[in-house]
C-alpha cells in the first residue's frame, strides 16, 4: 500500500467552479501537509502547508487536514484557466523532513 | 519564481556516462533537497544535506551521490547512466525545516 493515495484524474471544470482535490495517507505518523501546483514540466509550487487538522485559507484555495480519518483536501474557488495544472499533495512526518508525494491529479479548467 | 535555482536546464547524454547537477538554494536557506521525478514512479526523494551535512537518504542509487558545499550550494552526481535515469531532477530548499522551495528542475535524457 503507498503511503498517500491520490487521485491521478484528469479533473476537468467549468471556469468558475469549485475544485475538490483529496488525498488519504495510512500513518497516523505523518503530521505535515503540503499542496503543490506544477504546471507542464515546471518545478513543483508550494500553495499550502498545514500541520494541523482543520482549514487553512489563502485566497481563492482552502487546505483542510482531516488526521482522524487521515484524509487531506484542496479546495480551489471561483477556478480560473490558469488553475489548469497538476496539483500534488504531500506528507511528512516531521519539521524539514522528506516530502512525500502523491501521484498528483491533473486539473483542466475550461473557459 | 522560488529564488532556488538548478543548472543545467537540460542534459542529453549516453549510457554509461557520468553528469553533474547543480543546485543554488534560496539565499539563507541550510537544508537542500534533491527529488526525481519520472513518469512511473512520479516525484521521489533522494537525498537530504543540512549545513553541509547529508541528514536523510531516500531510495537513492549507489551509482548517485551527492554534496553541499560550504557556500550551501549542492551538486549531485550520476554515473553509469542508464536508460531509466531519464528523468526531471529538482532541487528544493528550506531555511531550517518547514516549507520545501522547488527550483525549476533539470531534464535528463539519457540515449
Known amino acids: 500500500q503507498k503511503e498517500v493515495e491520490q487521485d491521478p484524474g484528469p479533473l476537468s471544470v467549468p471556469e468558475g467552479a469549485i475544485v475538490s482535490l483529496n488525498c488519504t495517507y495510512s500513518?497516523?505518523?505523518?503530521?505535515?501537509f503540503m499542496w503543490y501546483r506544477q504546471y507542464s514540466r515546471k518545478g513543483p509550487e508550494l500553495l499550502m502547508y498545514?500541520?494541523?487538522?482543520g482549514n487553512k485559507e489563502d485566497g481563492r484555495f482552502t487546505a483542510q487536514v482531516d488526521k482522524s480519518s487521515k484524509y487531506i483536501s484542496l479546495f480551489i474557488r471561483d477556478s480560473q484557466p490558469s488553475d489548469s495544472a497538476t496539483y500534488l499533495c504531500?506528507?511528512?512526518?516531521?519539521?524539514?523532513?522528506?516530502?512525500?508525494f502523491g501521484q498528483g491529479t491533473e486539473l483542466s479548467v475550461k473557459p | 519564481d522560488s529564488g532556488v535555482t538548478q543548472t543545467p536546464k537540460h542534459l542529453i547524454t549516453a549510457t554509461g556516462q557520468r553528469v553533474t547537477l547543480r543546485c543554488s538554494p534560496r539565499?539563507?536557506?541550510?537544508?537542500v533537497y534533491w527529488y526525481q521525478q519520472s513518469l512511473d514512479q512520479g516525484l521521489q526523494f533522494l537525498i537530504q544535506y543540512y549545513n553541509g551535512e547529508e541528514r536523510a537518504k531516500g531510495n537513492i542509487l549507489e551509482r548517485f551521490s551527492a554534496q553541499q558545499f560550504p557556500d550551501l550550494h549542492s551538486e549531485l552526481n550520476l554515473s553509469s547512466l542508464e536508460l531509466g535515469d531519464s528523468a526531471l531532477y529538482f532541487c528544493a530548499s528550506s531555511l531550517a525545516g518547514g516549507e520545501q522551495f522547488f527550483g525549476p528542475g533539470t531534464r535528463l535524457t539519457v540515449l
Open positions: 504531500a506528507i511528512s512526518r516531521n519539521q524539514g523532513g522528506k516530502l512525500i
Open positions: 500513518n497516523s505518523a505523518f503530521q505535515y
Open positions: 498545514t500541520y494541523s487538522s
Open positions: 539565499s539563507g536557506d541550510l537544508s
